[in-house]
């Protein structure tokens, strides 16, 4: 029999997220929320219920682990199966996607003997999420919402931690389309109205004054639950841009200024090299994101203006198409500030050497780089912006032996 790696001994709980974000697949609370309903188990994510509760992570690989991880991504996809749902403390056992022996070890702790070939297809599809950027619930839902074994929309809902935290901020953005929808401008009645309309929004509920907007806008029913998801979408990407550039700016000021020491000439020279790409495809990463989101706030302040209600509707049904590109940019800005705290935080030196900064740049570098070598950037059909709200890199001296 195939041996499992020890279980995991830290508390699970400490992963619980309510469900998808874009680092974490919390299925364990999707069964919990939604497990007795028809659809939950109609359309699952795995066909194997145990796996149809685990948890799934994009996971840093770390030195101990690359060993057995057929990967030279610096992230991989781990999977996190708890020894008891009722108690999370207890730790689980976890695998790689990419590590030595998946298959092997997957059918020791899932396989049916009854139904052999249903971890075939579990197995494809977590191969398919390992393909994906990220685990952003706009993201899953456009990749497998028509998929030829598609998900119910219950695996696909804005966690209720997240759209707590949104709440505020979408409510400001849309206070002026509440204003146009009610014809008044008092202020404090516009606030509590938009707020009203934002957890209309979010929760995914149409009836109400969601129909008059979906009148506004011209739209059939179907055209109209399109385009509430793209706007949704847009919004929760919109609102992560902003959860995320403090940490982009900090991790872009602590690489130009991070100390390097017992560099070689060649080394120094490919360090240089390697710190101006890595800031280099990370502003055009964040050039990408927001080129989108100009595109949005543009159409929407025509439409709120009560000047472009036909522009407004295409954009919101063209949104859902931006999701991968979006997602994929918005997990690499997400993740790499992630990547260099908890470098920073096992690195109580303060200073790298120069092989050990040829290592961690070379895992930035495959994190960010979407062109592939020889490619100039812009030809992989990506927008680029001329204005960055992330400054211009200012390489500071490596310093050499």
Same mark, same amino acid.
């Given at each position: 029999m195939t041996r499992i790696r020890e279980t995991v001994r830290s508390d699970l709980r400490n992963i619980v997220k309510g469900g998808a974000t874009s680092r974490i697949l919390d299925?364990?609370?999707?069964?919990?929320? %939604?497990?007795?309903?028809?659809?939950?188990?109609?359309?699952?994510?795995?066909?194997?219920?145990?796996?149809?509760?685990?948890?799934?992570?994009?996971?840093? =690989?770390?030195? %101990?682990?690359?060993?057995?991880?057929?990967?030279?991504?610096?992230?991989?996809?781990?999977?996190? =199966?708890?020894?008891?749902?009722?108690?999370?403390?207890?730790?689980?056992?976890?695998?790689?996607?990419?590590?030595?022996?998946?298959?092997?070890?997957?059918?020791?702790?899932?396989?049916?003997?009854?139904?052999?070939?249903?971890?075939?297809?579990?197995?494809? +599809?977590? /191969?398919?999420?390992?393909?994906?950027?990220?685990?952003?619930?706009?993201?899953?839902?456009? /990749?497998?919402?028509d998929h030829v074994r598609p998900i119910d929309e219950c695996y696909f809902d804005i966690t209720d931690a997240e759209a707590e935290r949104m709440e505020q901020s979408v409510a400001q953005q849309i206070a002026s389309v509440v204003a146009l929808a009610f014809g008044t401008r008092d202020a404090d009645r516009d606030d509590d109205r938009a707020m009203r309309f934002t957890r209309q929004l979010l929760s995914g509920d149409l009836d109400g004054r969601m129909q008059a907007l979906r009148k506004s806008l011209d739209m059939t029913e179907i055209e109209f639950k399109t385009g509430i998801f793209g706007w949704k979408g847009i919004l929760y990407y919109r609102w992560s841009m902003g959860e995320a550039l403090g940490a982009l700016k900090s991790f872009l000021n602590a690489l130009q200024s991070v100390s390097i020491v017992g560099a070689s000439? %060649?080394?120094?020279?490919?360090?240089?090299?390697?710190?101006?790409?890595?800031?280099?495809?990370?502003?055009?990463?964040?050039?990408?994101?927001?080129? =989108?989101?100009?595109?949005?706030?543009?159409?929407?302040? +025509?439409?709120?203006?009560?000047?472009?209600?036909?522009?407004f509707r295409k954009f919101l049904l063209k949104a859902p198409s931006l999701f991968y590109d979006v997602g994929s940019d918005l997990s690499v800005v997400s993740h790499i500030p992630g990547y260099w705290t908890y470098w920073s935080k096992q690195n109580a030196k303060g200073f790298l050497q120069a092989?050990?900064?040829?290592?961690?740049?070379?895992?930035?570098?495959?994190?960010?780089?979407? =062109?592939?070598?020889? /490619?100039?950037?812009?030809?992989?059909?990506?927008?680029? /912006?001329?204005?960055s709200l992330i400054p211009h890199p200012v390489v500071q001296a490596v310093s050499a032996a």
């Open positions: 299925l364990h609370s999707v069964a919990r929320r %939604h497990g007795e309903r028809d659809a939950h188990a109609d359309n699952p994510f795995f066909l194997n219920s145990r796996l149809n509760r685990c948890f799934i992570v994009k996971h840093t =690989v770390r030195a %101990h682990e690359r060993p057995y991880v057929m990967s030279s991504q610096p992230v991989v996809t781990k999977i996190l =199966v708890p020894l008891a749902h009722d108690d999370l403390a207890l730790g689980g056992h976890a695998v790689f996607v990419e590590e030595i022996g998946f298959a092997s070890k997957m059918r020791t702790l899932f396989e049916s003997k009854q139904d052999p070939h249903l971890m075939d297809l579990d197995m494809i +599809r977590l /191969r398919e999420l390992a393909g994906l950027p990220s685990f952003d619930p706009f993201l899953l839902a456009e /990749r497998f919402r000439d %060649h080394e120094y020279n490919e360090l240089q090299h390697m710190r101006r790409k890595i800031i280099e495809e990370t502003r055009h990463r964040w050039k990408s994101l927001t080129s =989108v989101m100009e595109e949005y706030e543009q159409v929407f302040a +025509r439409f709120c203006r009560g000047e472009d209600a036909n522009g092989r050990e900064a040829v290592m961690l740049f070379s895992d930035f570098i495959a994190s960010v780089t979407r =062109v592939s070598p020889g /490619r100039e950037p812009g030809l992989d059909g990506t927008r680029r /912006r001329t204005h």
